[in-house]
T-cell receptor
Framework: LAKTTQPISMDSYEGQEVNITCSHNNIATNDYITWYQQFPSQGPRFIIQGYKTKVTNEVASLFIPADRKSSTLSLPRVSLSDTAVYYCLVAANNNDMRFGAGTRLTVKP | DTEVTQTPKHLVMGMTNKKSLKCEQHMGHRAMYWYKQKAKKPPELMFVYSYEKLSINESVPSRFSPECPNSSLLNLHLHALQPEDSALYLC?????????????FGPGTRLTVT
């Protein structure tokens, strides 16, 4: 199972772009990269998923280099409500969904 | 309807009690999951059901007993729990388990064992 490494915490200010990088050196060919967001006392919420290159949706972008050994979640123009824990997961199927330690993002006014 | 519901929201039980946690989804998902989350820790996978059959049991103690009565419902039966089992129990569902599909999580049940 591929393991992930993320920064424990990050601080940002409202309106800034935030980039959270996840390292997954042992990623396998069939693995997908998925990011979740979790607020206190709530279940995680799916943000974005990708396999290679770049994926963008209405809330975030995911950048994956050619070697796929890392990925970067980009949140444009964060607000206070983006304060949460962000988890990077690497898995080939939903039997392998093991959450890493996550990154605690704090957005300040 | 993209919602996973869990009941109860909060549960306090003694070590000799028997209780059940319930989870329901109506998205037609064929895979359902139980996770346990302690404070300031990531969710830990406990059980995976695929097409109503148990496919993963992450070496969870037998005092936790999962049940999947049909494709929309998932229960977690609790018996003789320990205080260290106090945690947030999260249910999730996904389209399937064959690849890493998006998982939809419920709000969780906050369990306190006294």
């Amino acid at each position: 199972l591929a393991k992930t490494t993320q920064p424990i915490s990050m601080d940002s200010y409202e309106g800034q772009e935030v980039n959270i990088t996840c390292s997954h050196n042992n990623i396998a060919t069939n693995d997908y990269i998925t990011w979740y967001q979790q607020f206190p006392s709530q279940g995680p919420r799916f943000i974005i998923q990708g396999y290679k290159t770049k994926v963008t949706n209405e809330v975030a972008s995911l950048f994956i280099p050619a070697d796929r050994k890392s990925s970067t979640l980009s949140l444009p123009r964060v607000s206070l409500s983006d304060t949460a824990v962000y988890y990077c997961l690497v898995a080939a199927n939903n039997n392998d969904m093991r959450f890493g330690a996550g990154t605690r993002l704090t957005v300040k006014p | 309807d993209t919602e996973v519901t869990q009941t109860p929201k909060h549960l306090v039980m003694g070590m000799t009690n028997k209780k059940s946690l319930k989870c329901e989804q109506h998205m037609g998902h064929r895979a359902m999951y139980w996770y346990k989350q302690k404070a300031k820790k990531p969710p830990e996978l406990m059980f995976v059901y695929s097409y109503e059959k148990l496919s993963i049991n992450e070496s969870v103690p037998s005092r936790f007993s999962p049940e999947c009565p049909n494709s929309s419902l998932l229960n977690l039966h609790l018996h003789a729990l320990q205080p260290e089992d106090s945690a947030l129990y999260l249910c999730a569902s996904s389209q399937g388990r064959e690849r890493a599909y998006e998982q939809y999580f419920g709000p969780g049940t906050r369990l306190t064992v006294t």
